[in-house]
């Protein structure tokens, strides 16, 4: 294989998710680990992953996926004390 050849397959494609979304007259709302610390700052980056990963898993579309999820699961997942809880 020639150093070209291996350049090309390295090459990463860029997508604009909203507009292959759009093509598709689809819809996506993205939620961050970030978000999930907005709930939860005592997270780290990967608790907050963990919490939205099995929010993702869990999550009835009847209710949808909101603040209150996140924190049931970040509260499930990774129990505060009791110390924390009173802040």
Same mark, same amino acid.
């Given at each position: 294989?020639?150093?070209? @050849?291996?350049? *090309?397959? /390295? *090459?990463?494609? @860029? ?5 292959? /979304?759009?093509?598709? *007259? ?10 999930v ?5 005592? /997270? ?10 099995? #929010?993702?898993? #869990?999550?009835?579309c009847?209710?949808?996926? +909101?603040? @209150?999820?996140?924190? +049931?699961?970040?509260?499930? /997942? ?6 924390n809880?009173?802040?």
């Open positions: 294989m020639t150093t070209t @050849t291996n350049r *090309r397959r /390295l *090459r990463r494609k @860029t997508i604009d998710i909203h507009a292959e /979304l759009a093509r598709r *007259r689809q819809v996506a709302i993205i939620w961050s680990a970030s978000d610390q907005s709930v939860r700052p005592d /997270l780290t980056d990967d608790q907050a992953w963990e919490v939205l990963q099995e #929010c993702e898993r #869990c999550h009835d009847e209710f949808g996926f +909101s603040w @209150t999820h996140i924190e +049931s699961v970040a509260d499930e /997942l990774f129990p505060q004390s009791m110390n809880q009173d802040e």
